[in-house]
């Protein structure tokens, strides 16, 4: 895993100072701690920081063919496939980037189709000033882009753009609230005035500073649904998950698993084992499960820890308390440049945070619930209206607290988009679509990308992969819902693979209980944030203050925490106001 950056000019531009790309070396050398390179190719500028996974010795970038040059952050899973394909003859290095350089070779600007991985790529083709952006289809690896008057600037992340004065903290007047209503914005552009991010899928063609062509790979099949046995489809799902985790754990350093004792880091967890037991002296499998301190919480960690133990993987807990929260919110918040107001941040961090000391590469269970159909709001989408259908996330965590200034309009509109284009085989497909266009990478995966990048460490999601894609995505609806409950043919698999994870027994869910953690100092903090300018521009101070005195309720809570991420996430990332301290002394900070 590494971070990205640099410049494509147009013709007659003058280079920006070594100043610059410097600037964007610093402000990307925590996704890449091993090292940092710098190449002035003559119309474009290439920046690449290191975090070695694989190729430890020999893997550095740029990497080169020829005239051309590559530098990507993420990995290719399919690059022994493309290494056997193309000939070992081509390659000069053991690094699994090289194959997207060699895989171009042969197959020009479409060389994306034949890549099998989480990625962001620029590829600067050597000739006539042509440079190619390129990001995997789930967007599990982001990439950024600004426009200038002397040309396109690109970076793993926006404020690697600002910090190097290439794009300015400004703004856009809508994001405020879409982000403090869906916890996450929508579409191409960013929260930032003049940034906009590359779409999952998709490679930008890039000629002397101008984009001149857009194409696309699809993160899931474009088919209808397959009249398939349970039987079959479960052989089906065997071979997918185990080769998937196969190829996931493909690593020359240490790695292990977060397990919440959900449904799809079990599966990952079982996939793990299973390859163990049929290989001799394989590592021993390292988890990481996160608890919290406040009584009632939703916590799985009892669950988590038996899972561990029945395969005899070392376990730990990681207890995120008050303290934790109060202490370390600033931090966090500093990592999400593109924000997200999920409080799963929080364990997030805190979780990488401990595994970094002991390994470089953790896996995760991110998109079961999204490729295998197991939120409720699918289900509630796939009814017919007469029958209680409805879109998904009509309401925005504001809605009906009397908090906002005025009646929220406009905050949807990305959704909408979504859903008139995202158009699959039933409305159940349909809504698994919108979330794999808009929720999924804005989201889950944005918040695992800068979790785990803030500490060095690399995050892999087994279940985001086009080969468990082809299996789950067309499975007819009875494999995906039954009985209520969703990913069943992933259930099924886990009752036989690791009967222990009962996975067809309810199940709490994952909560962090941060509206407690907020009441118990609400009547400090409410009008610290009340008075912050992103919270006053769109809430009423004496209800953004009652809501902090009474944020025990779930509703409350959420809406609660969403404001206080807006005004930490305002005054670090627009303000210029030092993380450093607690929230406290963030909010006072002058």
Same mark, same amino acid.
């Not at 905050?411 to 039933?426: K, N, P, S, Y």
């Not at 969403?562 to 106001?577: D, K, N, P, S, Y």
């Given at each position: 895993?590494?971070?990205?950056?640099?410049?494509?000019?147009?013709?007659?531009?003058?280079?920006?100072?070594?100043?610059?790309?410097?600037?964007?070396?610093?402000?990307?050398?925590?996704?890449?701690?091993?090292?940092?390179?710098?190449?002035?190719?003559?119309?474009?500028?290439?920046?690449?920081?290191?975090?070695?996974?694989?190729?430890?010795?020999?893997?550095?970038?740029?990497?080169?063919?020829?005239?051309?040059?590559?530098?990507?952050?993420?990995?290719?899973?399919?690059?022994?496939?493309?290494?056997?394909?193309?000939?070992?003859?081509?390659?000069?290095?053991?690094?699994?980037?090289?194959?997207?350089?060699?895989?171009?070779?042969?197959?020009?600007?479409?060389?994306?189709?034949?890549?099998?991985?989480?990625?962001?790529?620029?590829?600067?083709?050597?000739?006539?000033?042509?440079?190619?952006?390129?990001?995997?289809?789930?967007?599990?690896?982001?990439?950024?882009?600004?426009?200038?008057?002397?040309?396109?600037?690109?970076?793993?992340?926006?404020?690697?753009?600002?910090?190097?004065?290439?794009?300015?903290?400004?703004?856009?007047?809508?994001?405020?609230?879409?982000?403090?209503?869906?916890?996450?914005?929508?579409?191409?552009?960013?929260?930032?005035?003049?940034?906009?991010?590359?779409?999952?899928?998709?490679?930008?063609?890039?000629?002397?500073?101008?984009?001149?062509?857009?194409?696309?790979?699809?993160?899931?099949? !474009?088919?209808? @649904?397959?009249?398939?046995?349970?039987?079959?489809? $479960? =052989? +089906?799902?065997?071979? *997918?998950?185990?080769?998937? #985790?196969?190829?996931?754990?493909?690593?020359?350093?240490?790695?292990?698993?977060?397990?919440?004792?959900?449904?799809?880091?079990?599966?990952?967890?079982?996939?793990?084992?299973?390859?163990?037991?049929?290989?001799?002296?394989?590592?021993?499998?390292?988890?990481?499960?996160?608890?919290?301190?406040? !009584?009632?919480? @939703?916590?799985?960690?009892?669950?988590?820890?038996? $899972? =561990? +133990?029945?395969?005899? *993987?070392?376990?730990?807990? #990681?207890?995120?308390?008050?303290?934790?929260?109060?202490?370390?919110?600033?931090?966090?918040?500093?990592?999400?440049?593109?924000?997200?107001?999920?409080?799963?941040?929080?364990?997030?961090?805190?979780?990488?945070?401990?595994?970094?000391?002991?390994?470089?590469?953790?896996?995760?269970?991110?998109?079961?619930?999204?490729?295998?159909?197991?939120?409720?709001?699918?289900?509630? =989408?796939?009814?017919?209206?007469?029958?209680?259908?409805?879109?998904?996330?009509?309401?925005?965590?504001?809605?009906?607290?009397?908090?906002?200034?005025?009646?929220?309009?406009?905050?949807?509109?990305?959704?909408?988009?979504?859903?008139?284009?995202?158009?699959?085989?039933?409305?159940?497909?349909?809504?698994?679509?919108?979330?794999?266009?808009?929720?999924?990478?804005?989201?889950?995966?944005?918040?695992?990308?800068?979790?785990?990048? =803030?500490?060095?460490?690399?995050?892999?999601?087994?279940?985001?992969?086009?080969?468990?894609?082809?299996?789950?995505?067309?499975?007819?609806?009875?494999?995906?819902?039954?009985?209520?409950?969703?990913?069943?043919?992933?259930?099924?698999?886990?009752?036989?693979?690791?009967?222990?994870?009962?996975?067809?027994?309810?199940?709490?869910?994952?909560?962090?209980?941060?509206?407690?953690?907020?009441?118990?100092?609400?009547?400090?903090?409410?009008?610290?944030?009340?008075?912050?300018?992103?919270?006053?521009?769109?809430?009423?101070?004496?209800?953004?203050?009652?809501?902090?005195?009474?944020?025990?309720?779930?509703?409350?809570?959420?809406?609660?925490?969403?404001?206080?991420?807006?005004?930490?996430?305002?005054?670090?990332?627009?303000?210029?106001?030092?993380?450093?301290?607690?929230?406290?002394?963030?909010?006072?900070?002058?």
């Amino acid at each position: 895993m590494c971070g990205i950056a640099g410049i494509a000019y147009r013709p007659g531009a003058s280079p920006r100072s070594r100043e610059v790309l410097d600037r964007l070396a610093a402000a990307l050398a925590h996704r890449g701690p091993d090292g940092a390179h710098v190449e002035r190719r003559g119309g474009i500028d290439l920046v690449h920081t290191r975090l070695a996974i694989v190729d430890i010795a020999g893997g550095d970038q740029p990497l080169h063919a020829g005239c051309a040059a590559l530098i990507a952050n993420g990995e290719i899973y399919n690059d022994p496939a493309i290494r056997a394909r193309l000939g070992a003859v081509r390659f000069t290095t053991y690094s699994d980037c090289e194959s997207a350089l060699v895989a171009w070779q042969e197959d020009g600007r479409g060389f994306a189709r034949d890549l099998r991985g989480m990625y962001a790529i620029a590829l600067d083709e050597g000739q006539d000033g042509r440079l190619l952006l390129a990001r995997d289809p789930f967007g599990i690896k982001p990439l950024y882009i600004a426009r200038l008057e002397d040309g396109v600037a690109f970076a793993s992340e926006p404020m690697a753009l600002i910090r190097a004065g290439l794009a300015k903290a400004a703004i856009r007047s809508e994001k405020p609230l879409e982000l403090v209503q869906l916890q996450f914005t929508t579409g191409t552009q960013t929260i930032f005035s003049g940034i906009e991010r590359v779409n999952p899928g998709e490679t930008l063609e890039i000629h002397r500073g101008e984009i001149v062509s857009r194409r696309f790979v699809a993160a899931t099949p !474009a088919a209808d @649904a397959e009249t398939i046995t349970e039987d079959k489809a $479960l =052989a +089906r799902l065997d071979d *997918a998950l185990l080769d998937s #985790v196969r190829a996931h754990e493909r690593a020359d350093v240490p790695f292990g698993l977060f397990l919440s004792g959900g449904i799809d880091s079990s599966c990952v967890l079982a996939a793990m084992a299973k390859l163990r037991q049929a290989s001799s002296g394989s590592a021993p499998l390292l988890t990481w499960t996160a608890g919290f301190d406040v !009584a009632g919480a @939703a916590d799985e960690t009892a669950h988590a820890a038996e $899972l =561990a +133990r029945s395969v005899r *993987a070392a376990h730990e807990i #990681v207890r995120v308390t008050r303290s934790d929260f109060w202490a370390h919110l600033p931090a966090i918040v500093a990592c999400m440049d593109d924000p997200v107001a999920d409080y799963a941040i929080v364990p997030t961090w805190l979780l990488a945070r401990k595994a970094r000391e002991q390994v470089k590469v953790v896996l995760s269970g991110e998109g079961g619930d999204e490729l295998f159909a197991g939120y409720g709001r699918y289900r509630r =989408a796939a009814k017919p209206w007469w029958l209680g259908g409805r879109p998904m996330r009509r309401h925005g965590l504001l809605d009906g607290l009397g908090v906002l200034r005025e009646r929220p309009t406009g905050w949807r509109d990305g959704l909408a988009a979504a859903e008139r284009t995202c158009v699959g085989q039933d409305h159940l497909t349909t809504a698994q679509a919108v979330d794999v266009r808009e929720w999924l990478p804005n989201d889950l995966l944005l918040k695992l990308d800068r979790c785990l990048m =803030a500490h060095g460490l690399e995050g892999r999601t087994p279940l985001l992969d086009p080969v468990v894609a082809q299996v789950a995505w067309n499975l007819p609806a009875h494999l995906k819902i039954r009985n209520g409950q969703g990913k069943y043919l992933l259930r099924r698999w886990l009752e036989r693979e690791l009967p222990s994870s009962r996975p067809f027994a309810p199940k709490q869910g994952f909560t962090v209980p941060v509206g407690a953690w907020i009441e118990e100092r609400g009547a400090q903090l409410g009008p610290l944030v009340a008075r912050q300018s992103a919270v006053a521009g769109l809430a009423r101070p004496d209800r953004v203050e009652a809501l902090f005195r009474g944020a025990s309720g779930r509703k409350e809570g959420l809406a609660a925490w969403a404001l206080l991420f807006l005004a930490l996430w305002h005054r670090i990332h627009i303000e210029g106001v030092s993380p450093d301290g607690c929230v406290s002394d963030t909010l006072r900070a002058h």
